[in-house]
């Protein structure tokens, strides 16, 4: 599944590819942010870790299905 967290004051967004459920993912982010960790650290689906600041995320975009990838010129 795809992740996008945006980062306060930076108009780009980090997108990375993690394993595991929707909720999983959610729930780690809701735990991390509530005990006031200076970090969240994130781990994608080819191991590598990647920490943004607490204090700097301004949201996160949790696409679990694929279904905002879409390719052509066709209507939705």
Same mark, same amino acid.
């Given at each position: 599944? *795809?992740?996008?967290?945006? #980062?306060?004051?930076?108009?780009?967004? $980090?997108?990375?590819?993690? *394993?595991?459920?929707? =909720? =999983?993912?959610?729930?780690?982010?809701?735990?991390? $942010?509530?005990? =006031?960790?200076?970090? #969240?650290?994130?781990?994608?689906?080819? !191991?590598?870790? $990647?920490?943004?600041?607490?204090?700097?995320?301004?949201? #996160?975009?949790?696409?679990? *299905?694929?279904?905002?990838?879409?390719? !052509?010129? !066709?209507?939705?």
């Amino acid at each position: 599944m *795809e992740v996008r967290i945006g #980062v306060v004051h930076t108009p780009k967004e $980090l997108t990375i590819e993690v *394993e595991g459920s929707a =909720d =999983d993912v959610a729930k780690m982010i809701e735990a991390a $942010l509530a005990a =006031d960790d200076r970090v #969240v650290w994130f781990s994608d689906s080819k !191991g590598r870790r $990647l920490g943004v600041p607490a204090s700097k995320v301004a949201y #996160v975009e949790i696409d679990a *299905e694929g279904e905002t990838r879409r390719v !052509g010129f !066709g209507r939705a």
